[in-house]
């Protein structure tokens, strides 16, 4: 009785920041695991093979991540949208028509592109001066296509209000087959050729596992003939598309331009951005656990609940990612060292600018869903291709005088303006700004723990018993001020959520009885609202 007494008085928006917190904490954990074995395959071949092949590898995952979105052709958040939107209407055939004209474009799309990538892949390399790239961009072009259709047919299963597949296949089963297999073909011998033909195995292979889940989940629904829409699906993908291809060009746009300026340090620019996107990976699933809840409380225009998960979303952010800040920030080199050998030392100061640059990413949550979720397509859209043009500008600016140290500069002022510019327009819409007690607290912790690592970097000796004793010191002093501040009703609830039995079925009886209610009130369904859904690989840049 007590429980439901305390749930009550929660409301509806603490009953979706509970379902917020589960089905982040599923995302959360593929996430971890995904940037895991993506940091290790790194970590392989800086290791096995050196700093010139690591920016090999770099250069061509880019071409087939900037490619990978030019081939969805926004199909991602629309597919996701409109399926959710058919299910929610009782209409099996659009829901067939969208799946099937969403995978068809998205595989016809990527097939001409990677003919096209296939054919021109001597004269790119030539272009970025360094044909050694030849065979590595004829073997993207080769995975094109089955990355394509990977991403599109996890997005249609999240349709169904599902994480699993995405998280199983595309967080988990993707990243770790391509782990292994580049581990044995490094074994083998088979050197840069051997990882990227393990690229091809774990994405084609993902493709397949992506299909039969998403052919289970149409199982669920009647049968019925395709029903064709093609005319909200385009409009909406065209907008989502846009923003999207700016948003991933923001992340690998640096590194296509350092080749363009034959610049040798592009493995340690590499190493250093991995190694910071590890610290801000949390975004991506809390950010895709977060969008549709957004969505569906500010269509019913319930703006203090829109502003209470709004505010808990980035605290949850910034909490989770800031002891992995200040190790960046404190242990830049020693970091480096550990992953790349002593070749690596030379990015500290490229980590320690790309860090702040992500701090402020952190601090500001999930802004650019909001946009998104609220209808405002366009302004994030608009957002991202000024960040876009604001890096290029800046990359061709320092990149000639400064090498890597420019570039980083570049992508760190760039991705902090429209984080910022962000803040303003979400403060605009739904009068709120993302800072609460927690996050306060969590920076003052942040603070301490800094002081912490420094005391630590000044008095142990050797940078191995430096990285080992500092970190354990960071994560011991940051958690311990976290406790000493004190949790807040809210964090208190929430852990409660992630841990409790059963907490799926509770979330799921909520939902219908919350949706029952609100139908009874207003004599009808009502309609979704699409997002943008984070890809496998754009959880540096943030929403």
């Not at 209808?375 to 876009?388: C, S, T």
């Amino acid at each position: 009785m007590t429980a439901e007494v305390g749930r009550s008085t929660e409301g509806v928006g603490g009953r979706y920041l509970r379902g917020m917190a589960r089905g982040g904490s599923l995302n959360l954990a593929g996430a971890v695991l995904g940037q895991a074995s993506a940091f290790l395959v790194m970590l392989l071949l800086a290791r096995a093979l050196g700093i010139a092949e690591v920016g090999r590898y770099a250069q061509c995952y880019a071409v087939l991540s900037l490619l990978g979105l030019l081939s969805l052709s926004g199909f991602r958040a629309g597919l996701t949208r409109f399926v959710a939107v058919h299910l929610a209407d009782g209409d099996p055939a659009a829901v067939r028509g969208t799946i099937r004209l969403g995978l068809a474009v998205s595989a016809g799309s990527s097939a001409l592109i990677a003919v096209a990538l296939a054919v021109a892949a001597p004269w790119l390399a030539g272009v970025l001066h360094d044909p050694g790239l030849d065979l590595g961009l004829r073997l993207v072009a080769l995975t094109l296509p089955a990355s394509t259709v990977l991403d599109a047919a996890l997005a249609a299963t999240r349709g169904w209000r599902t994480q699993r597949p995405f998280t199983l296949v595309g967080q988990v089963y993707e990243p770790v087959t391509r782990l292994l297999a580049s581990a044995v073909a490094l074994a083998f011998g088979a050197g840069l050729t051997g990882a990227f033909w393990a690229l091809v195995i774990a994405n084609w292979s993902a493709a397949a596992l992506a299909l039969g889940a998403l052919a289970r989940l149409l199982r669920r629904i009647a049968p019925a003939p395709p029903a064709y829409r093609p005319g909200e699906l385009f409009g909406f993908s065209t907008v989502s598309w846009a923003s999207s291809l700016a948003s991933t060009g923001l992340i690998w746009i640096d590194t296509l331009l350092l080749g363009l300026y034959a610049n040798d340090e592009i493995g340690v620019y590499h190493v250093a951005t991995r190694l910071v996107t590890v610290a801000v990976f949390v975004l991506a699933p809390i950010n895709a656990a977060f969008g549709p809840y957004l969505a569906h409380l500010y269509h019913q225009g319930r703006m203090p609940e829109v502003r209470r998960i709004y505010a808990a979303a980035t605290g949850w952010v910034a909490r989770l990612s800031l002891p992995a800040f200040v190790a960046l920030l404190v242990f830049p080199e020693q970091l480096l060292r550990l992953v790349g050998g002593t070749d690596f030392v030379a990015g500290a100061a490229v980590t320690v600018i790309l860090a702040l640059g992500q701090v402020v990413n952190a601090v500001t949550g999930p802004c650019g869903t909001v946009l998104t979720m609220s209808g405002r397509v366009a302004v994030n859209m608009a957002d991202n291709v000024a960040a876009l043009l604001l890096n290029v500008a800046l990359n061709l600016w320092l990149i000639p005088t400064y090498g890597v140290v420019g570039a980083a500069v570049a992508w760190a002022v760039s991705l902090a303006a429209v984080n910022v510019a962000r803040v303003v327009q979400v403060r605009a819409l739904v009068r709120s700004l993302p800072v609460t007690a927690g996050l306060v607290k969590g920076l003052g912790a942040a603070v301490v723990a800094l002081l912490f690592g420094y005391v630590v970097r000044g008095l142990v000796p050797g940078w191995g018993p430096q990285l080992g004793v500092g970190l354990a010191v960071i994560v011991v002093g940051y958690l311990g001020t976290v406790l000493a501040l004190g949790l807040d009703r809210e964090d208190l609830m929430v852990l409660r959520a992630v841990i409790r039995r059963g907490g799926r079925r509770a979330l799921e009886a909520e939902v219908d009885a919350d949706s029952g209610a609100r139908q009874a009130r207003t004599g009808g369904a009502e309609t979704g609202t699409g997002a943008e859904v984070p890809t496998r690989r754009t959880g540096a840049v943030g929403p």
